[in-house]
T-cell receptor, first 115, second 114 residues
């Protein structure tokens, strides 16, 4: 069965430090891949997506992610954390079953940024 | 341009009561879906629709009904609320047939069942 795994339900980093949020997927074919961010009491907002082409994808707010097919991974990074990055982050894949695309979400990683 | 609008934002119900969560979109997207978000479980798909008059079950459909009479609206009905349905509910839309397109989310409805 297809699935998405986010390692670490909670991640803490110091302000200015590297942010690394991990996402692995299982699928028989490469899916479309997404990262979303959720701030308190809000819905999910798209950070970035990988569909085809360049495997290093840049998103909003200085985030980027690299699709590694051999590792079935799509880890999210940011060189320098800012206090405003504190939020919950979700990795998602889009897969087709019977001709309809469905999303599968990971369980989320809550990022805490320490002053 | 409002995007995806969910009402109400908060609701408290008693066990056995019924209610409808509203979702409206102005992006002319064919695909609409309902998710519930529970701590540690991510988002789980309840029902989805690929166009007016067409709906289908997702991962956790029991206890919920949907209908889609227009492109714009996709209400979610709880016929007899249970405490296990306490959750945050999100409506999302995207272009139909475009798996490489992101979903657009509403701000959610926070529902408590006593």
């Amino acid at each position: 069965a297809q699935s998405v795994t986010q390692l670490g339900s909670h991640v803490s980093v110091s302000e200015g430090a590297l942010v690394l949020l991990r996402c692995n997927y299982s699928s028989s074919v490469p899916p479309y891949l997404f990262w979303y961010v959720q701030y308190p009491n809000q819905g999910l907002q798209l950070l970035l997506k990988y569909t085809t082409g360049a495997t290093l994808v840049k998103g909003i707010n200085g985030f980027e992610a690299e699709f590694k097919k051999s590792e079935t991974s799509f880890h999210l990074t940011k060189p320098s954390a800012h206090m405003s990055d504190a939020a919950e982050y979700f990795c998602a894949v889009s897969l087709t079953t019977s001709g309809t695309y469905k999303y599968i979400f990971g369980t989320g990683t809550r990022l805490k940024v320490l002053a | 341009n409002a995007g995806v609008t969910q009402t109400p934002k908060f609701q408290v119900l008693k066990t056995g009561q019924s209610m409808t969560l509203q979702c409206a979109q102005d992006m002319n997207h064919e695909y609409m879906s309902w998710y519930r978000q529970d701590p540690g479980m991510g988002l789980r798909l309840i029902h989805y629709s690929v166009g007016a008059g067409i709906t289908d079950q997702g991962e956790v459909p029991n206890g919920y009904n949907v209908s889609r009479s227009t492109t714009e609206d996709f209400p979610l009905r709880l016929l007899s609320a249970a405490p296990s349905q306490t959750s945050v509910y999100f409506c999302a839309t995207r272009e139909q047939g475009a798996g490489n397109q992101p979903q657009h989310f509403g701000d959610g409805t926070r529902l408590s069942i006593l």
